[in-house]
């Protein structure tokens, strides 16, 4: 089992570009989370999705979308990057009290 | 007020040290705990989880909450050099239910631990 991947690892964007985080499990979890770590912020939630189909906001939306495409995937969706959106972004799945995160996206906004 | 609070330290021990990481909430629907250790350059993996008051001991790793007192802490016992990392504290309020789980997580700041040799 791969468990959680993230692509792309590292993406560099100029202001107003948009671009699409993906994520993809293997777990077989109903559960799944993206999140922004800047520092002495700690990891906060962005969106999740309790289950396939459904997707609902988080502490830090603005800025953002996601999709659920199935149950293995779910995307983050930058539409017009801003700087204050450069950022270390993980996604996560969730069974029972654990979650699982991915390796995370190196994401820098110029 | 954040909900979770949590020392970022540094905090920077001699091998062998017992270390102490603490997160205080203020959300008293918060009732489950957990510890996440964070490598440099990798996702958090989870190293603890417990849900009652009192100690959870797992190797050299003891969880202990106070919910009375909204306190939760992580002690590791003859801390190693690749003890080295970051600990983040997370809690939730809404319980698990079988195979699905709606709980979210909120997460404190983060400690960043050295271990030196």
């Known amino acids: 089992n791969a468990g959680v991947t993230q692509t792309p690892k590292f993406q560099v964007l100029k202001t107003g570009q948009s671009m699409t985080l993906q994520c993809a499990q293997d777990?077989?979890?109903?559960?799944m989370y993206w999140y922004r770590q800047d520092p002495g912020m700690g990891l906060r939630l962005i969106y999740y999705?309790?289950?396939?189909?459904?997707?609902d906001k988080g502490e830090v939306p603005n800025g953002y979308n996601v999709s659920r495409l199935n149950k293995r995937e779910f995307s983050l969706r930058l539409e017009s990057a801003a700087p204050s959106q450069t950022s270390v972004y993980f996604c996560?799945?969730?069974?029972?009290?654990?979650?699982?995160f991915g390796p995370g996206t190196r994401l820098t906004v110029l | 007020q954040k909900e979770v609070e949590q020392d970022p330290g540094p905090l920077s021990v001699p091998e062998g040290a017992i270390v102490s990481l603490n997160c205080t909430y203020s959300?008293?629907?918060?009732?489950?705990f957990m510890w996440y250790r964070q490598y440099s350059r990798k996702g958090p993996e989870l190293l603890m989880y417990?849900?009652?008051?009192g100690n959870k001991e797992d190797g050299r790793f003891t969880a202990q909450v106070d919910k009375s007192s909204k306190y939760i802490s992580l002690f590791i016992r003859d801390s190693q050099p690749s003890d080295s990392a970051t600990y983040l504290c997370?809690?939730?309020?809404?319980?698990?239910?079988?195979?699905?789980?709606?709980?979210?997580?909120?997460f404190g700041q983060g400690t960043i631990l050295t271990v030196h040799p």
């Open positions: 996560a799945s969730k069974f029972g009290g654990e979650e699982f």
């Open positions: 777990m077989n979890h109903n559960s």
């Open positions: 999705s309790a289950s396939e189909g459904t997707t």
């Open positions: 959300n008293s629907a918060f009732q489950y």
């Open positions: 417990t849900y009652s008051s």
């Open positions: 997370a809690m939730s309020a809404i319980p698990n239910a079988g195979g699905t789980s709606y709980g979210k997580l909120t």
